[in-house]
């Protein structure tokens, strides 16, 4: 129900959005004898101040975060992921749905006071200040389509920043709700640091069981409910199957969906895909497979088609489930085809070497 009232919201601001550049537009052009032209630089502004606004909210993040001590790692708009590798800064592809783009940084030590704040609502700040700027240019130049597009930018901009700033407006936690756990939480504040670290390593080309194992707790199921430790602890779960303690991976992420109820979707997805995993190594038949594999897990698959971990798990359930070839090659394919331009090369490294052990096991079970 959550969900969908969030959808509902966000639509509806998007709405109202859109209404108010609509109905300014009109004002500002002059569209008695060119109606459709007007028309479709509305719509064009629209589309472009949504794309700007976004570059400008992990630019944002950027900008703040390193004044507040921190590092670059990566920023990503849209598919395009622009990563610092080799002290050069090279361009990599990277999907990940539900998100328009993301900026990662990393800082040295963790101490008190963690500066936090500016780091996460760094987006928020460049949206207001966007928006306001844009905003009084909008009634100062007098040219009519330069006016429609700053009053979209300035509009996009505010409700950029209302979607990233109110907690728990969105389905994924949002800038606002990372800020208030960490405020309210000071665990999380830990979590956020130790999530840091680990994408540092992972873009330094170490996979997650030659990372730090201080970076990874298995937090308490009260803890849980924050997401910061959740997505550690689901770290934590994928660093023992590269460890090769699979059992154990499996044993963590069902005692973490036995337990823990309100959980991200997924989080749920990757403990499900664990645990399966695990089956599938074990007793590629086990009955259990398909039925965790239901309607709910397929969909989330499906959406999550270039995630590397997902296609690690289908193909394992192809080879060795289905023993179809065919259709494993054509996973594996893909696989290939993404890991050309991922931008985390220990990720890459951990699910090369579970593809690998799946192949292993295929070939000792056909000989």
């Not at 849980?224 to 430790?229: N, Q, R, T, W």
């Not at 303690?245 to 963590?252: I, S, T």
């Given at each position: 129900m959550k969900k969908v009232l969030i959808q509902i919201l966000v639509?509806?601001?998007?709405?109202?959005?859109?209404?108010i550049c609509g109905y300014f537009g009109i004002s500002f052009l002059d569209s008695s004898d060119h109606f459709i032209l007007p028309l479709l630089f509305i719509l064009f502004s629209f589309y472009i101040s949504i794309f700007l606004q976004t570059i400008i909210h992990e630019l944002g993040h950027m900008i703040f975060g390193l004044l507040s001590g921190y590092q670059f790692i990566s920023i990503r708009f849209f598919n395009f992921t622009f990563i610092?590798?080799?002290e050069k800064l090279k361009v990599k592809s990277m999907k990940i749905p539900g998100t328009m783009g993301q900026c990662l940084m990393t800082i040295d030590h963790f101490q008190e006071p963690f500066p936090f704040v500016l780091y996460h609502l760094g987006g928020i700040f460049s949206n207001l200040i966007t928006a306001m700027i844009t905003l009084i240019l909008c009634f100062v130049i007098n040219q009519p389509y330069v006016q429609t597009f700053f009053?979209?930018?300035?509009?996009?901009g505010i409700i950029s920043a209302i979607t990233n700033a109110i907690p728990f407006i969105a389905e994924l936690d949002n800038d606002g709700t990372n800020v208030y756990n960490m405020i309210k939480y000071p665990i999380t504040k830990y979590a956020c640091f130790q999530q840091l670290k680990i994408v540092e390593s992972i873009n330094l080309g170490y996979s997650l069981k030659d990372t730090p194992e201080d970076y990874f707790t298995i937090y308490s199921h009260q803890d849980?409910?924050?997401?910061?430790?959740m997505s550690i602890t689901v770290l934590a779960c994928l660093r023992?199957?590269?460890?090769?303690?699979?059992?154990?991976?499996?044993?963590?992420?069902e005692d973490i969906l036995s337990h823990v109820f309100h959980i991200n979707d997924n989080y749920r997805f990757i403990l499900k895909g664990t645990m399966i995993y695990n089956m599938l190594l074990n007793d590629p038949q086990d009955s259990r497979?398909?039925?965790?594999?239901?309607?709910?897990?397929?969909?989330?698959?499906?959406?999550?088609?270039s995630d590397l971990t997902n296609l690690r798990v289908e193909y394992a359930y192809e080879l060795l489930h289905n023993h179809n070839p065919i259709k494993a090659t054509q996973i594996l394919d893909k696989f290939n085809k993404i890991t050309k331009t991922y931008p985390f090369e220990g990720e890459v490294i951990f699910e090369q070497n579970q593809i690998n052990h799946i192949k292993e096991k295929n070939d000792n079970e056909t000989e």
């Open positions: 639509i509806l601001l998007y709405a109202i959005g859109g209404g610092k590798e080799d009053m979209s930018l300035s509009v996009f849980l409910k924050y997401s910061l430790c023992q199957i590269d460890l090769g303690h699979y059992q154990k991976a499996y044993d963590l992420a497979i398909e039925i965790m594999r239901d309607k709910k897990y397929m969909k989330l698959s499906k959406l999550l088609s």
